[in-house]
């Protein structure tokens, strides 16, 4: 299991994961897949982007961005975490997190948000077990599969 930094070259791979998730669960509350040009201009943008590699296949990404636009929110950022359905299990998620706030101390990051699906209880979990704490649960504010979902929003001092 590796952790590296992606680059525009893994775009493609991150789509095939990322997408099916975004049409078929609630992980996500977006319903429009990413295309490769999409994730690749993620990739340049964002300050951390990571890959995980299971024997040298892309098996999950997690990345972190400004948690809203302004310099007062410059060290406060919300973090996305995916993985391909079948590294679930494996320490893959785990890894990721570790990596990701390892490099957002190594930035200045004060706070890593996470704002889960209420319905993405494996989610909810995962962030509970990494030491997120729930601050706050906004009802009704994501939409998709014809319904209207709760999201829970999750903190973690860094």
């Known amino acids: 299991m590796i952790v590296r930094t992606a ?12 997408n ?6 609630v992980v996500t509350f977006n319903s429009v897949p ?23 296949k ?3 990404f997690a990345s972190y961005d400004q948690f809203r636009g302004g310099i007062g929110y410059a060290n406060t950022m919300e973090h996305t975490i995916i993985l391909a359905p079948d590294a679930s299990g494996q320490g893959a998620g785990r890894a990721l997190m570790l990596a990701v706030m390892d490099h ?9 948000w996470a704002g889960v699906s209420a319905e993405n209880l494996v989610g ?10 729930t ?4 009802p009704d504010v ?15 001092h860094l």
């Open 104 to 112: 957002a101390r190594a930035a200045a990051v004060h706070t890593l």
């Open 124 to 133: 909810v979990a995962f962030h509970k077990s990494m030491g997120f704490k």
């Open 135 to 138: 601050v706050a649960v906004l």
């Open 58 to 60: 892309v098996a999950g």
């Open 20 to 25: 099916p998730q975004i049409l078929e669960t």
């Open 34 to 56: 990413k295309s490769v040009e999409d994730v690749a201009v993620m990739i340049a943008q964002r300050p951390c982007f990571l890959i995980l590699e299971i024997d040298e």
């Open 7 to 18: 680059t525009s070259a893994d775009a493609a791979k991150i789509a095939a994961i990322w």
């Open 142 to 156: 994501g939409r998709k599969f014809d319904r209207w979902m709760d999201l829970v929003l999750m903190q973690k």
